[in-house]
């Protein structure tokens, strides 16, 4: 019985937990792209990049950890976004966690494309604006609620 693309994602992220550099690269085309921010080289194409960026990653952290929180297999059975939360411990032991998205695209039975998706708030000059005008928001309203009493 052929595994399904949902099933090879989760056997790709446990892979990478093990830190088994063959077994993940077996997961993927010989052109596949992976984009993750997380990486000095965020977009990273075919094996010799691929595999450059994950053992820089194997040696920047002394253990992957990835909770499945849902899986969203895709209408038509060649993409699945995984919803996960991160279970990392960075060298010196401290934990790394984080709500992150997982889109694997496939090809046939291989990863074709995997790009991370992370859930935070938006750096540089939009950053700054919108949190101005969050703290003004909050202003407005608590000195609304002392003019009222």
Same mark, same amino acid.
Request: glycine share 6%; aromatic share 12%.
């Given at each position: ?7 090879? %994602? !989760? *056997? ?12 993940? #690269?077996? =997961? =993927?085309?010989?052109? %596949? ?5 997380? &990486? ?23 253990? =992957?950890?990835?909770?499945? !929180?849902?899986?969203?297999? %895709?209408?038509?059975? @060649? ?5 996960? *939360?991160?279970?990392?411990? *960075? ?6 966690? =984080? ?10 039975? &291989?990863? @074709?494309?995997? $790009?991370? &998706?992370?859930? &935070?708030?938006?750096?540089? #000059? ?7 005008? *969050? ?12 003019? $009222? @009493?």
């Amino acid at each position: 019985m052929t595994e399904t693309n949902t099933e090879l %994602a !989760i *056997r790709l992220l446990e892979s990478v937990e093990e830190k088994d550099i063959d077994r993940v #690269m077996a =997961f =993927f085309t010989e052109d %596949a792209v992976f984009i993750d921010p997380h &990486y000095p080289n965020v977009r990273m194409q075919g094996y010799t990049e691929i595999s450059e960026g994950l053992r820089w990653s194997f040696k920047s952290l002394k253990k =992957f950890g990835f909770e499945i !929180i849902n899986t969203y297999p %895709a209408a038509d059975g @060649k993409s699945v976004v995984i919803s996960i *939360r991160t279970a990392h411990e *960075r060298l010196h032991g401290q934990p790394l966690n =984080f709500p992150q998205l997982f889109l694997f695209e496939f090809e046939d039975e &291989y990863v @074709k494309s995997l $790009q991370a &998706y992370v859930q &935070y708030e938006p750096h540089g #000059m939009l950053g700054l604006i919108l949190k101005v005008t *969050r703290l003004w928001g909050h202003l407005r309203v608590h000195k609304s609620s002392l003019q $009222q @009493k």
